[in-house]
């Protein structure tokens, strides 16, 4: 069963997992350095919030994510090590680790303060409308995903 990002005391849990990494925190799988995967998660909210920071897909490149990646992306299926990402989601550079666990904090409780009903039937930045459920799955597989991967 999936965590809810809407819920207080799940959205609570997430963030003292988040508090327990430091910037020394080991990849259990992956590229990614631990600041890199916080700006890494940061990118979905980035898609909410501040959407000018990304190009969205074109309406072909949105169908064909729509048909191949959605349901995988929206289920409650937890990801394995080591999946592909998206080209918007790829960090090169090092960054502030200090920052990044701040805005990622910061985003996940502005989601959870938004709630439930705001993000139903939202149009997602890749994926056209999902409902909350979809949401949910989608931002907490995220989350748990790389969170797992730093041990936390």
Sequence with gaps: ?????????????????????????????????????????N????????????????????????????SKVTNEVLYKPNNATAPAFIIKDEKNFEAEKARLIEYINRAMESGADYFDNLESHSFGKLNKKEW??????????HLRQFGA
Excluded at 5 to 30: C, K, M, Y
Excluded at 46 to 60: M, N, Q, R
Excluded at 64 to 69: A, D, S
């Design 43 to 70: 990118v979905t909210y980035e898609f909410i919030y501040e959407p000018e920071k990304h190009k969205k897909p074109g309406a072909f490149m949105k169908f064909i994510l729509k048909l191949l990646v959605k």
């Design 136 to 145: 949910n799955n989608m931002f907490y597989k995220h989350l748990d995903h």
């Design 1 to 41: 069963m999936m965590k809810n990002v809407f819920n207080q005391n799940d959205v609570a849990e997430i963030i003292e997992r988040i508090n327990s990494l430091t910037p020394e925190s080991p990849a259990q799988w992956g590229k990614m350095s631990v600041s890199q995967m916080l700006a890494h998660c």
